[in-house]
Nanobody, 124 residues
Framework: QVQLVESGGGLVQAGASLRLSCAAS????????MGWFRQAPGKGREFVAA????????YYADSVKGRFTISRDNAKNTVYLQMNSLKPEDTAVYYC?????????????????WGQGTQVTVSS
């Protein structure tokens, strides 16, 4: 089992920045590819970004490319999502995910573990 706990969400104005963190405990964190997903009110969950188990590969949804950066620190069992130039359309609950499958790096594939989510609200 892997437990994932997100933090860092909040209410910000458009143009601001936030950094989300996802702390993992349980089985070997470094064995998993990690991702961030989000779900806006009334919409389905969508892929945001992913990073390989060793941090060498990253992948982003077109909607966040150039504004968001995913990173990880395997020594701290933590994955991060730096979000810059936030827009009102980025408002959503953000979920951390762990996947043994590398398909998460293309925004697809099955997820082994989910976090409980953290709310990000961007006002205009």
């Amino acid at each position: 089992q892997v437990q994932l706990v997100e933090s860092g969400g909040g209410l910000v104005q458009a143009g601001a920045s936030l950094r989300l963190s996802c702390a993992a405990s349980g089985r070997t964190f470094s064995a998993y590819n990690m991702g961030w997903f989000r779900q806006a009110p009334g919409k389905g969950r969508e892929f945001v970004a992913a990073i390989s188990w060793n941090g060498r590969s990253t992948y982003y949804a077109d909607s966040v490319k150039g504004r968001f950066t995913i990173s990880r620190d395997n020594a701290k069992n933590t994955v991060y999502l730096q979000m810059n130039s936030l827009k009102p359309e980025d408002t959503a609950v953000y979920y951390c995910a762990a996947a043994s499958s590398p398909r998460i790096l293309s925004g697809t594939g099955s997820i082994d573990y989910w976090g409980q989510g953290t709310q990000v609200t961007v006002s205009s």
